[in-house]
């Protein structure tokens, strides 16, 4: 124990210090020193605001938006003055406050209840705890050694921290208070708070250590020893992290700390934890430090794996006081009692997401102690991104998100793998977090390994899928050009028969293998067309003519009907019913299978001793070498019989005439609709089954035509089919669903902000 040097503690008259002439020599003293420190601290800090609300109006994306800004800057510099003194003011009676043992209001009770604070004033809490608390993590040895020396000086027990007029959370509160003399909106009160700590709470160590060095000089526990401190100006640059900074807000780079990061969410959830506490934690008292905290986490870990029952707190208290018995009524020091209570926070979300199968959710469950042990020794856990643990955490879960209990559970599988990976964190994990890096390295060789094999069988599906799309396109597609060519003008059967058949499979194969705008997909549209023109009475009005155009038809359509391997019988029953019809049109008669023919030929039967006329077959004349076209036939080239399936297996493609499906008739656009759209290839869904269940399957492929969607499991098999609008559909009545593919570690921060927020502004 430190020695009193100046009032002895008799505990009689624990205010009569206060009295003396000395001491209030000193604190009057004191006082000046630290209102002319600030002064100059909070001058510079204005001069900031100025120069950020400037460079953010250059910058502004609107007209509005940068008037906002000079408005602003107009706003802080009429209120300048007034803040400043405001604060001074504040300040000054504090240490009057102090000399005179006078109780102070908490700040708490002075804004009444926290379900009566709206979104405003939860923005500014966070901020300004945020800042206390990096404040109080830096400069603890010094406010320790203040306090130290207030309570010697005024013969007082005890000071309380937040009792002491230079402590960081009076003066945080001091400027907030003062601030309010601003008219200006949110945006603008968080860039002025923010600036504050930058210029103001981020120079308090030199202010400490001169407080300390006039108390010391007036005789005040000269012989109190701190850690030794060096402060360089912090002016241009960011403060360095600490236990629980305060939230990010956007400044120019000049000014700023740039954009919103992990450690921003960090400090702001920290900074809502230690809101949430405002008037719960007593304060004084004895508490265990970081090493009792950290021993009691390694036998929890060790006893029955980690499967802790019920509050994790409570559970590691217990376990301090069984190995500490001495200690009695200890608590939890405040820094590692609000990273307990966020670890707690975070896996509370983990144990409730949907997105997570059950089974999963117990594995990953069971390292929340070392987990918690991690963030305790090592607080970049929750700053860095690329920290080995969070990293094996979400890729853990990042694994598990396609996992299917009913298939993918036997020895080798991926629950068995992520059972090993936490067995081994949980017996080998002391205190080197490089067992991480191993253990993460070790799994994703492992999940490689898996990609490699399942790759194949989901590369088969994506093309067989492709395939199938290409050819209903086609086939759509020759249906359209026949339909266009035959105009809805009347055909004799033969005809319809050979163009939706035959012929409809040689435009198919050309699209397939060439596409629907070469040179000899028109040609084949064109002997549609031609042929069609053929068989329409009239059309021989020209006999020659009409002779020199059949001829070139005819072996145009053999050459087709070779493409597409159509059988020489069939080929010559279609070209010798087509001939009928072709010297039907030469004579006027009525073409053959039409209702016309049949009753003409009735009327004819009876002169004909019971048997048909003979119809000549028609004379094609020679056509001259001059006039004779150059072969545009394509050549006869072998139809492909089969084709990879979709699922390994080889399956037939029948290039038969089919309904037409087309594009898909566009449902109402909705968000879903909107969702889907901007879906990637390789998102997880939870879909319905045909069982009755569901099923978890990620995109694979997804048509750029038709918006059709093909989905297999983690190991590649196909396990569904979707249109577009059909799973916008089963997505707007809850049947299906997007599994998030933020990591898990994010969303649980991001969810535990959120709750925070909602429940400081309920």
Known sequence: MHERKVIPLDGAEPRRAARQPHAATVVGRLREQARGQLRELVRGMFDSVDDALFDLAEKAESNAQQSAYFDAMRAVRLARAEMERRFLDAVATGFDLLLTGAPRTPAAAQEGSLSLVDEEEVEESVAIAGMVDKAEARYRGELHALRERFQALLGRRRVDPDEMPLAPRRLCEAFR?????????????????????????????TLYQEANRLLVAAGVLPDLRV???????????????????????????????????????FETLLALIGRRKEGAVPAGGSYWGTTEVVGALDALQRSAEAAVEGDVKEALVEQIRRIHPASGAAAINRVDDDVIDMIGMLFDFILDDRNLPEPMKALIGRLQIPILKVAILDKGFFSQKGHPARRLLNTLAQAALGWDERADRGPGSLYAKIEETVNRVLTEFGEDVGLFETLLEDFEAYLEAEERHFALVEERIRQASEGRERLEIARARAAEAIAEAIAGRPLPPVARRLLEGPWHNVLVMIALREGEGSERWLQAVEVAQRLVWSVQPGSAADRAAYARAVAPLVGELRAGFSLVSLHEDEAQAYLAELEACHIAVLRGRPLPGTEEAAARASEEKGGQDGQAPQEPRLAVPEIPPEEETAETAPRAEALPEERLGEDGIVEEIVLAAEGAAGLPDPAARDEHVERLERVEVGTWFELPDEEGGRVRAKLSWRSPVTDRMVFVNRKGAKVAERTLHGLAAELRRGDARILEDVPLFDRAMNAAVEALKRHLTA
Do not use: C, Q
């Not at 309010?180 to 981020?202: A, Y």
């Not at 060096?230 to 305060?246: H, I, N």
């Open 177 to 205: 208070e003062a601030s309010e003399s601003m008219d200006v909106e949110l945006r603008v009160r968080l860039i002025v708070l923010k600036l504050f700590d930058r210029f103001v709470v981020s120079e308090l160590g």
């Open 227 to 265: 850690r030794a401190r060096t402060y360089p100006a912090t002016r241009g640059r960011v403060a360095p992290t600490s236990a629980r900074p305060g939230p990010s807000v956007e400044l120019p780079a000049e000014v700023g700390e740039g954009t919103a990061s992990d450690a921003a969410l």
